[in-house]
């Protein structure tokens, strides 16, 4: 529960990179995630246990697919939403009882 927690708090501000196979998010305490976008899977570790994700580029968005232990998934999709604004849809499935959909929009910060 714990870890579907720590995946589910939003962040206040971070920075995405990307590169030709890579794209990195960096949080506002230093640390930096690499995702591979190829959609094949690879091992994360999260401050409360590891996770599995894939992500990918489909339909010009990106999609990250996380799975944990316990058969509960989360797959966000990042959507440019204006010059430089971002949305992220957030659906998450399996485990106990039905969750609405999230959507999350973050502005640019110069």
């Not at 720590?6 to 971070?14: A, I, T, Y």
């Not at 976008?37 to 489909?58: F, I, L």
Request: net charge neutral.
């Amino acid at each position: 529960m714990e870890l579907l927690r720590e995946l589910l708090e939003p962040v206040r501000r971070f920075t995405i990179v990307q590169d030709a196979a890579v794209v990195a998010f960096t949080f506002e305490d230093g640390r930096t995630v690499r995702y591979r976008t190829n959609g094949r899977t690879e091992k994360h570790q999260a401050t409360n246990g590891t996770v599995e994700t894939e992500t990918r580029w489909k339909k010009g968005r990106l999609v990250r697919e996380t799975h944990l232990d316990d058969g509960v998934s989360i797959e966000e999709t990042f959507a440019i939403t204006s010059p430089r604004g971002l949305a992220v849809e957030i659906e998450v499935s399996g485990g106990a009882g039905r969750r609405k959909p999230l959507r999350r929009v973050y502005d640019p910060v110069d």
